[in-house]
């Protein structure tokens, strides 16, 4: 962290009561100049009573946002864990809004969530896409770029893969794609791959696939075509070994945090406030 950020520590006397650790990055979401804080990069000591936990926080952003704004960075965010309720309030008190969520289960309880109900309501033919499924691919995901930075969600400046970068993806190891088919057509899709260096850390393990899209055609939604394809994801990830399961998501996207909620665990929220 003093190597490659900035490192605020609140002090009484000589024991360090908080910390805080900001790095910059240049275009931080598509909004250009940022400064991130991860989840592991701030803390205070557990001894603390909820109101200083709370001012110690706020002190440190104090400090933080204006070295940040006097150096050109107007767009500050950072990831808490999610049972730290004095952090999520001194952040909400200081003008941060929650945008990202990074969720986990086990394989074993999603399989017992999913398994039973989803396969009586089978609604499409789940199977492994492969590079033949780029193209259709490519359009479903132009679809769902197109949701993300529409109303209400506004993700700044969503980009679709194109049908080589499709290509290419699913053939790198440790990727996996599954489509939906109805009636001879791709519907939907979900895809997965090992730990994310944009997710909490506290998730990256060997044993952990980590889910990056799921988009469903919207004139078919409400078949739970999205549950039977996450079924189907389960089934492949302990086929591969693998004991649990991770997403993350826009806390602005309704279907999609609704969605991930029913199943998913809350590990972490993100937090930004743009200046």
Known sequence: MLEHGRVLALCESEDVLAYWASFRIDNFRNLG???YCPDWANGARV????????????LLYREMA???????????????YAYDEAVMEALSLSGF???????VQTMADLQNMLSAATRQESAATIRL???????ALCQFNGQLAQHLGASPVFLPAPRAWGAQ??????HEDGNVALVAVQQGEICGYIKAEGSQFD???????PANLSISGLFVAPELRGQQIARQLLAALVDYGLQQGRSFMAVDCE?????????WSRFFEPVNWSYERRI
């Open 199 to 205: 997710v909490s850390y506290s998730l990256e393990d």
């Open 251 to 259: 806390t602005t996207n309704l279907e999609a945090l609704g969605f």
């Open 129 to 135: 896409a492969s590079g033949n499924d780029s193209a």
């Open 97 to 103: 809004g929650r945008i990202v969520t990074d969720r």
């Open 47 to 58: 001894d603390l009573d909820v109101t200083t936990r709370i001012r110690c926080y706020r």
């Open 66 to 80: 204006a070295r940040a704004v006097s150096q050109g960075t107007p767009v500050h965010a950072i990831s808490v």
């Open 165 to 170: 970068e499709w290509h290419d993806w699913l």
């Open 33 to 35: 100049p940022g400064e």
